[in-house]
């Protein structure tokens, strides 16, 4: 069973930053291709970085591409997701998923497992 756990979400005002965690359990996360999503109440849940397995390829979406960095820390089965220049339309509930792939339209990616979730608010 491919378990993931996200952590670090919380309130930040405008153009603040966070970063977010995704600890995987009870496999390698190198393996796999990771993606990172959001729900924003009311809207469809759309797909906003992703990591490729072994090589690391990123994507990203449009609308975060300059503010957003994904990277993974083998040693720690960890995928982050470093959130900069944050704005309130950023916030949601943010769910890291194992995908098929890592695919260059992030909004196409298949997912093989999700995790619970964790909610960032950007507000004053």
């Known amino acids: 069973q491919l378990q993931l756990v996200e952590s670090g979400g919380g309130l930040v005002q405008p153009g603040g930053s966070l970063r977010l965690s995704c600890a995987a359990s009870g496999f390698t996360l190198d393996y796999y291709a990771i993606g990172w999503f959001r729900q924003a109440p009311g809207k469809e849940r759309e797909g906003v970085s992703c990591?490729?397995?072994?090589?690391?390829?990123?994507n990203y979406a449009d609308s975060v591409k300059g503010r957003f960095s994904i990277s993974r820390n083998n040693a720690r089965n960890t995928v982050y997701l470093q959130m900069n220049s944050l704005k309130p339309e950023d916030s949601a509930i943010y769910y890291c998923a194992v995908v098929v792939y890592c695919s260059t339209d992030v909004s196409s990616m298949a997912v093989r497992s999700w995790g619970q979730g964790t909610q960032v608010t950007v507000s004053t």
């Open positions: 990591i490729s397995s072994s090589l690391g390829t990123t």
